[in-house]
Nanobody, 119 residues
Framework: QVQLVESGGGLVQAGGSLRLSCVAS????????MGWYRQAPGKQRELVAT???????NYIDSVKGRFTVFRDNAKNTVYLQMNSLKPEDTAVYYC?????????????WGQGTQVTVSS
């Protein structure tokens, strides 16, 4: 069984920074794409950033230049460095991973971590 555990959320003032971490554990052969999603109250969950096993990244326009996603493949960990935070970044942030547990690939979600940005 594979689990994703997130950490690093919290309350921060506008303009501040937070770093989220997500560690995968279990009988993992390899993790392909890892990513971060967020869901604000009353809104649909949206993709924030993704990173492939090889390090190719993708971001939504609203976080480009402020957020950085990176990973440590040896530790099965993905990070989201969030700088210049804005109140509109307030949401529950979820980690997602495409995990290969031989012979299949599984789409795994973390439990979510709250990020609150005050104005």
């Amino acid at each position: 069984q594979v689990q994703l555990v997130e950490s690093g959320g919290g309350l921060v003032q506008a303009g501040g920074s937070l770093r989220l971490s997500c560690v995968a554990s279990g009988s993992i052969f390899r993790i392909n794409v890892m990513g971060w999603y967020r869901q604000a109250p009353g809104k649909q969950r949206e993709l924030v950033a993704t990173i492939t096993f090889g390090g190719r990244t993708n971001y939504i326009d609203s976080v480009k230049g402020r957020f950085t996603v990176f990973r440590d493949n040896a530790k099965n960990t993905v990070y989201l460095q969030m700088n210049s935070l804005k109140p509109e970044d307030t949401a529950v942030y979820y980690c997602n991973a495409a995990v290969i547990v031989v012979p299949r690939e599984y789409d795994i979600w973390g439990q979510g971590t709250q990020v609150t940005v005050s104005s």
